[in-house]
């Protein structure tokens, strides 16, 4: 077998193996960091987790300010051959003329899945899942470490070769040698400096001299570091973990960045590029603290199916499902999967009748509790929602999303806003990359009046920010904390110099301002606003209001139960709602994030691309 195995998955023979064919033999091996699913038999999959514990050993040793453990699980699927591959390789790939995959990395919320092929023999066959798993490492410490360091390891790791008791590190790039002999380097004080909003990170011909050369930077610190026993790059990643400036940290750590721009240069013109190898036998990894479970049949058809599910071959993973469930009715994981598929296809309903039954049957999946509390989220099921959520947080202290999800949950809740808090931190805690994590907890902040350090958690989301949308979005959400921080401030003196009685504010969107008390209506969003765009199919149903949620300045969102069917819809400005009422007047002081719910109403709607929810709500007729 292949000796480079660092990265992991892939498993399953096809589908529906050949009747005069034994099936495959699946088993799972399990350390406290991995989780390898293999038909290449035990010894194999042990070789595979036992590269895999070297590789993280050796990101502690060089990294030892990094946390190397990812929020969500890895799970690696390693097949024995290309056939066995190919029953759950991405679509994308399969088919004459297309490239040959040996390896391919995978994250999806909640999952880290590593596809590897046991039996390839091309020239470093699993660089991709190197570089990306190296982007995985460093992801939850995102919000410091600079993106030049960020791809430049990156496309360092890719090319490590792991042998048994050995490391080697740092083949150079061919590919990358070349381009940057033929290009005008960028300087160092720029390179230094480059995020997510800059032109080098997104311009094609720019990119390319950015990738390179920060490879060729990382390549030459790591190398001159071994050769001569200093910690250059350590001193400058610890210094850059306390958040000083990129170019002051480097002409701290480095030395003149000027000189160091000289170095480089002359180190890519002359080409005498070293590698260096790590002997690995140190790494405290204990082969028989593996734990080992033969797989049925079954359990490794739903595994399979969740795989393919992920890749989008959704119509062989249901055709799958079905075929597990029908002769397994309460294999949970199977269930999942389907939910996991219908939450995704925007059929909410069904999503959450399978995540239900995942759940009751007692399912042990953090990812089935948690997506059934959030496709649950807006209902009367409170106590349920609050259940999974802790249940999710109890089966895996280091998901993120649950803590996020469940701050949310208890932010609408008066009784319970104060525990909403510590959540939203540890959320950002265990995975301080996630700009939305922020987002919400700000928006917590803001609920409790705490302004300032709404703003303050918004300014560290402009570091997380990856894109300029994303930076225009935090910059927008920081607007509107001091616009209610002013309409706080108001209310405050107007009630000091007793002008103040009743309520100010809300029917415009604002917070909600009671004599001697501010409280202010947030809705904890998970994702960006929803889009602005009415310009799908249009439909008008009747039904009960229900759920309302309205968040500054005039979002509002609810839930209309119809007799067929409860649609999820929202409006980002309810001020432009066309608005009347049938059989009764409505009240001129009436506001539609207190008053709507309960109502009797018909609504016309257009559908958006938007598949978490039903549509855009144009118009609203109030029934008696």
Not at 41 to 52: A, I, P, S
Not at 183 to 200: E, T
Not at 424 to 431: E, P, R
Request: proline letters at 5%; a negative charge; hydrophobic letters at 40%.
């Amino acid at each position: 077998m292949h000796r480079k195995l660092l990265s992991v998955l892939v498993f399953w023979a096809l589908a529906v193996a050949s009747a005069s064919a034994a099936p495959d033999q699946w088993v799972q091996i399990r350390s406290d960091h991995f989780t390898v699913i293999t038909n290449a038999g035990e010894k194999q999959g042990r070789h595979v987790l036992d590269q895999f514990e070297r590789m993280r050993w050796l990101y502690t040793v060089l990294f030892p300010k990094v946390n190397v453990d990812p929020p969500d699980p890895i799970v690696v699927f390693a097949a024995k051959n290309e056939k066995t591959f190919q029953s759950f390789e991405p679509q994308d790939y399969l088919g004459k003329g297309k490239l040959s995959l040996a390896g391919y990395f995978l994250t999806e919320p909640g999952k880290n899945y590593i596809l590897l092929r046991l039996d390839a023999q091309q020239e470093n066959p699993f660089a991709t899942v190197y570089h990306e798993y190296t982007h995985l490492i460093f992801r939850s410490s995102s919000d410091w470490i600079p993106l030049w360091f960020n791809e430049g390891i990156a496309e360092f790791f890719q090319n490590t070769d792991i042998q048994d008791k050995s490391v080697a590190l740092g083949k150079p790039s061919g590919d990358d040698i070349l381009y940057l002999r033929q290009q005008r380097l960028i300087p160092l004080p720029v390179l230094l400096k480059i995020d997510a909003s800059s032109p080098y990170y997104h311009e094609e011909e720019k990119g390319s001299v950015f990738y390179a050369e920060s490879w060729a930077l990382t390549h030459y610190l790591e190398v001159t570091d071994k050769q001569k026993g200093t910690h250059r790059l350590r001193d400058y990643l610890t210094l850059m973990s306390h958040h000083e400036d990129s170019v002051a940290a480097a002409e701290i750590a480095f030395g003149s960045v000027k000189k160091l721009q000289e170095e480089l240069e002359s180190y890519i013109r002359v080409g005498e590029y070293k590698q260096f190898e790590l002997n690995s036998a140190a790494a405290p990894i204990v082969d028989s603290s593996f734990t080992v479970t033969p797989l049925t049949q079954f359990q490794a058809d739903a595994a399979r199916a969740d795989v393919l599910a992920s890749v989008r071959r959704e119509q062989e993973a249901r055709d799958l499902i079905a075929a597990i469930l029908k002769a397994d009715p309460n294999n949970t994981q199977a269930m999942e999967t389907m939910g996991e598929m219908e939450l995704r296809a925007g059929n909410r309903d069904e999503a959450r009748k399978w995540l239900g039954q995942a759940v009751k049957l007692d399912s042990q999946s953090y990812l089935a509790n948690y997506y059934y509390a959030t496709i649950s989220d807006g209902s009367e099921d409170n106590a349920e929602i609050e259940s999974s959520l802790k249940t999710a947080i109890k089966l895996n202290p280091n998901f993120a999303p649950a803590y996020d999800r469940l701050a949310g949950f208890y932010v609408r809740e008066p009784d319970k806003r104060d525990q909403a808090l510590p959540l939203s931190i540890k959320a950002i805690h265990l995975d301080s990359s996630n700009l939305y994590f922020r987002l919400n907890a700000a928006n917590v902040f803001a609920a409790l009046g705490r302004f300032s350090d709404a703003t303050y958690v918004l300014q560290t989301a402009l570091k997380v920010a990856r894109n300029p949308g994303e930076m225009a979005m935090v910059q927008s959400r920081i607007e509107q904390v001091d616009q209610m921080k002013q309409f706080h401030d108001q209310a405050q003196a107007s009630d000091a110099s007793g002008n103040a009685s009743g309520v100010v504010g809300l029917d415009s969107g604002g917070p909600q301002v009671v004599t001697g008390t501010v409280t202010t209506t947030v809705a904890v969003s998970q994702a960006p606003k929803h889009p602005d765009a009415a310009d799908g199919p249009k439909h008008t149903i009747a039904g009960v209001i229900q759920s309302v949620t309205c968040s500054y300045p005039a979002v509002m969102e609810f839930q209309l139960k119809a007799p067929a069917k409860t649609l999820a819809l929202y409006s980002n400005n309810f001020t432009k709602i066309d608005l009347s009422a049938l059989g009764f007047t409505p009240s001129e002081a009436m506001s539609p994030c207190r008053d709507f719910q309960g109502r009797n109403a018909k609504v016309q709607y257009a559908e958006t691309t938007d598949k978490t929810v039903d549509g855009q709500i144009l118009s609203i007729e109030l029934h008696k």
